[in-house]
């Protein structure tokens, strides 16, 4: 296993994080528990979870897998999502946040985070608030870095402009979706983290399980997979399941074929071929995803193949005149 720096820190973080969306879901706990000791085994030191996933029970899970390597793992989670129904349980308010955190370090098992995610940007609560409580936490040693999850590049430069003015901290790191049929965020949002050092960590590489090519779109999605999955199936069905989509999988399917690849490893390698990229994120369902994901950081693709792949991507996205030059 490789290490990358997180952005301008000095924060080293292992090439695939393990994402833990799955776990008390999909996963059961002790099938979660023995595939996170797998992954932290095999030299991953980078776990993402959420307060929201699965109602909590993501995080209490993953407490329960580092409780014992608490300090062999850079851990990560996130806030905004709703966790409750009242007015104050979502969004990115003092009042949430301060709440949000000490309900995640209780499920957690910890007394720090090391990566705090704002999940989603707030469109009604002013950057300067968010920040600030962000910035308390970081001096209370409840987080030790900050981050942003969904936001696009000019509410990155404008949190980024706000922590220098009034001297807050500011977000290290950007987790965006990036994968073989999703690269919008090379037009703007990768410059920014380029010139502004943040690290990226990307998660959806395998675009819901489609670039795995186990999908047939002639039928139903089958059970158990995150197309079908009762919280999480209709946002990633409207999100990937498409006929342009399938079509390029079908390409990328014809490439791996071609070289001998396994298609879900070529997928998670192109992600980590791209040199802005600190990590990727892997969602697992079983021990055997986790060995087969793991070893797509061993993959170097040829010249030839990220052509192939770039020339995919054109059928989804044709060249056009762009406005930034």
């Known amino acids: 296993m490789k290490y990358r720096k997180v952005g301008r820190t000095g924060l080293k973080v292992s090439e695939v994080c393990l994402g833990t969306m799955t776990f008390g879901d999909q996963v059961s706990e002790a099938d979660a528990i023995s595939m996170t000791h797998a992954a932290m085994d095999a030299g991953l030191n980078f776990l993402d979870t959420a ?25 990560a989670t996130k806030v905004a999502m ?17 709440r949000a955190v000490e309900d995640s370090l209780r499920r957690l098992h910890t007394d720090y985070i090391d990566i705090y995610y704002v999940h989603k940007p707030d469109y009604e609560t002013p950057i300067e608030e968010t920040l600030r409580a962000l910035d308390d936490l ?6 030790r870095y900050l981050a942003c999850s969904n936001y696009r590049a ?6 980024l402009w706000v922590s220098d003015t009034h001297n807050l901290s500011r977000f290290e790191c950007i987790e965006p979706p990036y994968n073989l049929l999703t690269r919008d965020i090379e037009y703007e ?50 999100r990937y399941w ?17 070289s001998g690849r396994d298609m879900a490893q070529m997928a998670l390698a192109w992600v980590l071929s791209n040199p802005f990229v600190t990590s990727v994120i892997i969602g697992a369902t079983s021990m055997k995803h986790i060995n087969q994901n ?29 406005y930034g030059r």
């Open 154 to 159: 000019f509410q990155v430069e404008k949190a």
């Open 82 to 98: 709703p966790i409750g129904p009242n007015p104050n349980d979502s969004g990115l308010s003092r009042k949430h946040i301060m």
């Open 51 to 75: 307060n929201m996933y699965v109602g909590g029970r993501s995080e209490e899970i993953v407490g329960k897998a580092i409780t014992s390597r608490r300090e062999d793992v850079v851990l």
């Open 294 to 322: 793991i070893a797509a950081a061993d993959l170097t693709l040829t010249e030839e193949e990220r052509a192939r792949c770039d020339s995919i991507w054109h059928t989804l996205r044709p060249l056009r005149f762009f």
């Open 189 to 238: 949002l990768l410059p920014v983290c380029a010139d502004e050092g943040l690290g990226v960590c990307a998660y959806n590489p395998l675009a819901g399980g489609l670039l795995s090519g186990k999908h047939d779109r002639t039928r139903p999605p089958a059970a158990g997979t995150r197309f079908a999955n009762d919280a999480m199936g209709k946002m990633y069905y409207e």
């Open 242 to 258: 498409n006929d342009s989509n399938f079509d390029a999988v079908e390409q990328f399917r014809a490439l791996a074929a071609e």
């Open 138 to 143: 970081v001096h209370q040693g409840k987080v």
